[in-house]
């Protein structure tokens, strides 16, 4: 299977600052990532859809302006959670294909936590 | 409606016994694919299993085969001769024609018991 990374594992960080995730897919061009949010307990939540080099595209609901995402290469996605506050903390998972493939590959996650 | 349900919270097997993981789901689309994923405590999410609606044969890998019943909108996954680090959550989900996401059941729990 195809090989994806995220950075960092695990965030803690206090109310009102930026917190930057890294998704890299380290073996295939991944044309479309995906990233996801996951309550304890829950299922995973789909909140953007990112294209390299287009816009992503937000999941009813998600805030664009909060949750800053870029594609800007075959190998690259990042997600910027803008002025985290407490209620931002959760698992944040990204996923990545390439074009032809039907399966979605996944990071690792990220762990959030805001104080 | 739930595009995807998984109707049991939780599942207990012996170790080296099979368990079948259920899964129902919702489409007007006659081409979509069904997917299976592990998701272990440390949270990664790791691909099971793929099956296409066009596929005539139930897709198999290794100790995983997903009972695919089309008619039924039913793609289950069976484990055979579980093993102790198959304890988990399974993911069920689909992806729709002209969509590229993917939608995801509530999950079921595996426990594998010695």
């Known amino acids: 299977g195809a090989v994806v990374s995220q950075h960092p594992s695990r965030v803690i960080c206090k109310s009102g600052t930026s917190v930057k995730i890294e998704c890299r897919s380290l073996d295939f061009q991944a044309t479309t990532m995906f990233w996801y949010r996951q309550f304890p307990k829950q299922s995973l939540m789909l909140m953007a859809t990112s294209n390299e080099g287009s816009k992503a595209t937000y999941e009813q609901g998600v805030e664009k302006d909060k949750f800053l995402i870029n594609h800007a290469s075959l190998t690259l996605s990042t997600l910027t959670v803008t002025s985290a506050h407490p209620e931002d903390s959760s698992f944040y998972i990204c996923?990545?294909?390439?074009?032809?493939?039907?399966?979605?590959?996944f990071g690792p996650g990220t762990r959030l936590l805001v104080l | 409606a739930q595009k995807i349900t998984q109707t049991q919270p939780g599942m207990f097997v012996q170790e080296k016994e099979a368990v079948t993981l259920d899964c129902t789901y919702d489409?007007?689309?006659?081409?979509?694919?069904l997917f299976w994923y592990k998701q272990p405590s440390s949270g990664e999410m790791i691909f099971l299993i793929y099956?296409?609606?066009?596929?005539?044969q139930n897709a198999t890998e290794g100790r995983y085969s997903l009972n695919f019943q089309k008619a039924r909108k039913s793609a289950n996954l069976v484990i055979s001769a579980s093993q102790l680090g198959d304890s988990a959550m399974y993911f069920c989900a689909m992806r729709e024609r002209g969509f590229q996401k993917l939608v995801f059941g509530t999950g079921t729990r595996l426990l594998v018991s010695p």
């Open positions: 099956q296409g609606s066009y596929d005539e």
């Open positions: 489409t007007s689309d006659q081409s979509y694919g």
């Open positions: 996923s990545a294909s390439s074009a032809g493939r039907e399966t979605q590959y």
